[in-house]
């Protein structure tokens, strides 16, 4: 059946809410987008006349495809190479989202997008339509054809798992930028010690190169281990010239709504790494490199002005 333009525009007007729904239940942009495609070509067939309300209709659409890709990508990440982390969002992005509360800006954090993947399909799906979406427990439980009871305690489930595996990391931009300078000055000072008194004591560094780049398999875990290696990672040397193919530039930046540290080869974005900076130091680095997850980040920083680089590693 052909929709007619009031149809499509009305479509068109939900994308943006249906796109950012999607990145936080999978974690993944591409599959995010596929999920919306996947959503229009539902309303495309369905008798449109016939649906009381578009909204309701079109999220229930898209949650039952998330749903699905969530209990395929379980399977699948029992077999991913490595460390698994998401897919990041640079500033800007459309897909990030609502931004207004504590709560929306970290449902898309690395931190937390990383926790959820220990939730169960459903807890995913009530966490991010109620804490980012504002989803009232009745739409819920439509969504997912269950009762307003299960769906608090489910939330409930939801928000003690997250709670148990994170700590607050909202702090003034302002300071975080300066924590992020002072970084970049340890860590390519060649000493150890100035990168240990930046970090908290339980610090953690995880990488994710999916097997196409080479990234630790086990996460740093400790200052002084983290430091370590941060210092081996910002010293030049032939080996990691060899991997990078050139001069590699380091910008100051946001990801996913953290700072974060934009790693470019001749334009290519080569890595995106989130820093998690609470009021005690910085708690962890979480560094994608996997390219097949920087493709729409490479594409999005080419498309922006983004200044000169905060440092060089030729």
């Known amino acids: 059946m052909a929709l007619t ?6 479509f068109e007007a939900s994308m943006p809410r249906l796109k950012a729904i999607a990145y936080r239940l999978l974690g993944s942009a ?3 987008e596929d999920a919306v495609q996947d959503t229009f070509l539902r309303w495309q067939s369905a008798d449109v006349d016939r649906i009381e309300v578009p909204e309701a209709w079109l999220t229930k659409v898209l949650t ?6 969530l209990t ?3 399977a699948r990440r029992e077999t991913y190479v490595g460390q698994w982390l998401p897919e990041p969002l640079l500033a800007g992005d459309p897909m990030l989202g609502p ?4 709560e929306q800006r970290e449902s898309v954090s690395f931190a937390v997008l990383a926790l959820m993947e220990r939730l169960s399909p459903n807890e995913r799906v009530v966490y991010v339509l109620r804490e980012a979406f504002g989803y009232p427990h009745r739409r819920i439980a439509e969504i997912l054809d269950i009762t307003e009871t299960s769906g608090q305690q489910i939330l409930h489930r939801a928000k003690k798992h997250i709670a148990d595996g994170r700590t607050r990391t909202e702090i003034d931009e302002a300071a975080a930028r300066r924590i992020v300078d002072e970084f970049l000055t340890a860590a390519t000072s060649g000493r150890t010690e100035p990168l240990v008194r930046l970090l908290t004591a339980d610090a953690v560094a995880i990488g ?8 630790r398999t086990r996460p740093f875990e400790g200052a002084v281990a983290v430091a370590k290696f941060m210092r081996s990672l910002f010293t030049p040397n ?10 590699a530039e380091i910008h100051v930046s946001y990801a996913n709504g953290l700072p974060a540290l934009v790693v470019t080869v001749d334009g290519r974005v080569i890595g995106v790494m989130c820093l998690e900076i609470t009021t005690d130091g910085i708690a962890a680095f979480r560094n994608q490199a996997n390219p097949d997850k920087l493709e729409r980040a490479t594409r999005q920083w080419a498309a922006t002005d983004h200044g000169e680089p905060a440092l060089r590693i030729n």
Do not use: F, Y
């Open 64 to 69: 039952n495809l998330c749903l699905n890709q």
């Open 208 to 215: 994710d190169g999916g097997g196409k780049v080479p990234a």
């Open 72 to 74: 395929s990508a379980r």
């Open 238 to 247: 032939q080996a990691a010239r060899n991997l990078l193919g050139g001069t």
């Open 30 to 32: 591409s599959d995010a």
């Open 99 to 102: 931004a207004e509360t504590v």
């Open 5 to 10: 333009g009031t149809q499509i525009d009305l």
